[in-house]
């Protein structure tokens, strides 16, 4: 298993194990340019996943190994991602070295930004500018617990798969973006995944992933909005959240929830600006399944002043014919935002 690993394998499955769906995607590399020839959706039973923490991991194993068979993927391997308060991602800079001798210089001084014991987590790092010429170098640091990936690892062994990459979301996210919006690489951008009971917000600077934040909001407190201030059964709160129409039962509830998710993008803008005027985010890209929800980008782009749009993860991507066999590309697109992502990883031969 490879760590935020990268290769060169033809085929790469990516599984997104959400909390309220699992999304897997196939991307084949062998023609010199990705080609999704894949996607299958699938949901996870209520309270089986809450919060990104696996409850339930004999029903979620089943899912997955149900999607496998719906989808007809027989590969074994698969990659997935790990995130939340347990994953860490940090720009820090150190006396500029090779990179042989970066390891124990980055892992003692991740000791300073990392939150809980360094003997138990998984450690990365990316020099960001290895030629530069300067007295110290850009370091992206990754820090993860141990135990969620091994978590996650023992998730898919008893769903019969294994995964030689463990990325992490926010990563993931950026892969998939950087690909379809390569003219949208310069400058600050936040990247917002918008799932069932947690929103990723994750700012990017010049291509490079800077910070992640996340916010205990998501589909599912719109849907309990819409139920108690409604009185809406759970099906019909469900349905008018990934309608077409902006309608006035929605209005407060997207108005309220959409400066909830806005306030986060703020605050993460005010910590950027603390090391760098600069640093000012000038666009916002949406995806998840909140991202469907009609008005929500209107009211975050009202309320952030900046231009806030639905990401598209497969807008720069071949579609073999019947990639998206019973399925609506429109509906789901903003949801494979990350599962495109980890499948555009390629696996070392």
Known sequence: MAFLGIGRQKK???LDIGSGLIKLAVIDHGSGRPTLTKVAITNVLADAIVEGEIMDPGVVAEAVKGLLVSAGVKQKRAVVAVGGRDVIVKKIQVDRMNQAD???VVRWEAQQYVPFD???????????DPDGT??????????????????????????????PIVDVDAFA?????????????????????????VTNVNVVQDGV????????????????????????PAEEAAHMLQGYERTPELESCV?????????????????????????????????????????????????????????????????????FEGLNVDEVAPLL???VGLALRRERE
């Open 12 to 14: 790469t499955v990516g």
């Open 102 to 104: 970066a390891y124990d």
């Open 118 to 128: 360094i003997e138990g987590v998984e450690l990365d790092f990316q020099v960001l």
């Open 134 to 163: 300067g007295l110290q170098m850009d370091v992206l640091l990754v820090a993860a617990k141990r135990e969620l990936i091994e978590t996650k690892l023992n998730l898919l062994a008893e769903a019969g798969l294994d995964s």
């Open 173 to 197: 996210l950026h892969n998939a973006f950087e690909l379809n919006y390569p003219s949208e690489q310069e400058g600050v951008t936040a990247l917002i995944n918008i799932g069932h009971e």
């Open 209 to 232: 992933p800077l910070l992640t934040r996340d916010l205990s909001i998501g589909t599912r407190k719109f849907r309990e909005d819409l139920q108690r201030e409604r009185g809406l």
């Open 255 to 323: 108005q309220s929830r959409g400066d909830e998710i806005a306030v986060g993008v703020e605050r993460a803008a005010a910590f950027l600006q603390t090391s760098s005027r600069d640093a000012k985010i000038r666009r916002v890209f949406c995806s998840g399944g909140g991202a469907r929800v009609p008005g929500l980008g209107d009211a975050m782009a009202e309320r952030l002043r900046i231009p806030v749009e639905i990401a598209n993860p497969v807008q720069a991507l071949d579609v073999h014919d019947g990639a």
């Open 337 to 339: 935002m990350q599962v």
